[in-house]
């Protein structure tokens, strides 16, 4: 996700982090909630954040994240899947993740119903993440049935 040009909030992990910017999106641009969604998605065959809850479709318009996660979870329980764990990566210059991991992690695992680690990363200057233009975020989710 690309930072935003105007005063839009940063929210990650459904913490809203004071003091930066925040990113593009149709929905509170959640990257940290999106990514968790697509991996649980993924792993269930399920498709992806943007079949089931598209930015052409106004319900979506300033959607909380954490509500459309703990709607894939749902989702995915329904097609006889249960969440195991789930890890994320969350690549970026600024801010700072170390500080707002726990917070993090408890609204994520309250979410999906299991535990979830997240982990800040630097770009190190490499590409738009590097040049702080925007924050990427890698997740991976363990599910059984």
């Known amino acids: 996700h690309r930072f935003a040009d105007d005063d839009r909030p940063l929210v990650l992990g459904g913490v809203t982090i004071p003091g930066e910017r925040g990113l593009l999106g149709h929905s509170d641009a959640d990257a940290v909630a999106h990514a968790v969604a697509d991996a649980l998605l993924g792993a269930a065959g399920l498709g ?3 079949m089931h809850f598209p ?3 106004p319900r979506w318009k300033g959607a909380d994240s954490m509500q459309l996660l703990r709607e894939v979870t749902s ?5 006889g899947w249960r969440v195991e764990n789930v890890d994320v990566n969350v690549v ?5 993740i170390a500080p ?3 917070d993090m992690q408890e609204n994520l695992s309250a979410a999906v119903g299991a535990p979830v680690s997240v982990k800040g990363r630097r770009a190190e200057g490499l590409g738009a993440i590097g040049r702080a233009e925007g924050i990427a975020c890698l997740a991976v989710a363990l599910l059984t049935k």
Do not use: F, S
């Not at 970026?92 to 700072?96: G, N």
């Open 100 to 102: 707002h991991r726990a």
């Open 92 to 96: 970026c210059e600024r801010p700072k």
């Open 75 to 79: 989702l995915v329980a329904r097609d």
């Open 48 to 50: 992806d954040i943007g």
């Open 55 to 57: 930015d052409t479709d």
